[in-house]
C-alpha cells in the first residue's frame, strides 16, 4: 500500500469508530448516570445524571416517537432533575400526547467510598402515549 491507501484506510477506520461511538453515546446518553439509557438494547429507559436538563427530555422525545412509553429513573440528588424531566414533557407537549404513568419509589443500599452502608433513595416514572 502506499502512503495514500494507508491513510485512506485509516480515516476510513476511524471515521466508522466515530459513527459507531455516536452511536453507542446515543444509546448510552444514560450510560452512566450521566447519560441515556445503559444497554445498548434496552431503549426504553433513560437514566439521569448530571447532563443538563434538555438532553434527558429530548433523550425521552426520541425514545417516546419509536416506542410507546419510557421509563425514566434516577436516584439520589438526581431525582428532582428526573421529575422535572417527566412534568417538562407531560406539561409542555401536551398537545403530543404524553402522559405521566405508574411511579415507582425506592431506595438502594450501597457502600460509600469509605466502606459504610448508605441508603439511596431510586424513582422510576413511567411516560407514555396517552
Do not use: F, H, W
Amino acid at each position: 500500500m502506499t502512503t495514500e491507501n494507508t491513510q485512506s484506510t485509516e480515516n476510513t477506520q476511524s471515521t466508522e469508530n466515530k459513527d459507531s461511538g455516536s452511536r453507542d453515546s446515543g444509546s448510552r446518553d444514560s450510560g452512566s448516570r450521566d447519560s441515556g439509557s445503559r444497554d445498548s438494547g434496552n431503549r426504553d429507559t433513560i437514566y439521569i445524571g448530571k447532563k443538563p436538563l434538555m438532553a434527558y427530555v429530548t433523550s425521552t422525545l426520541i425514545q417516546l416517537a419509536n416506542i410507546p412509553s419510557v421509563r425514566i429513573k434516577a436516584r439520589g440528588m438526581s431525582i428532582g432533575r428526573a421529575v422535572d424531566v417527566s412534568q417538562i414533557i407531560s406539561r409542555k407537549t401536551e398537545n403530543a400526547g404524553y402522559q405521566i404513568g405508574e411511579i415507582i419509589l425506592g431506595s438502594e443500599s450501597l457502600e460509600s467510598q469509605d466502606g459504610k452502608r448508605r441508603n439511596v433513595s431510586t424513582i422510576d416514572i413511567e411516560v407514555k402515549r396517552k
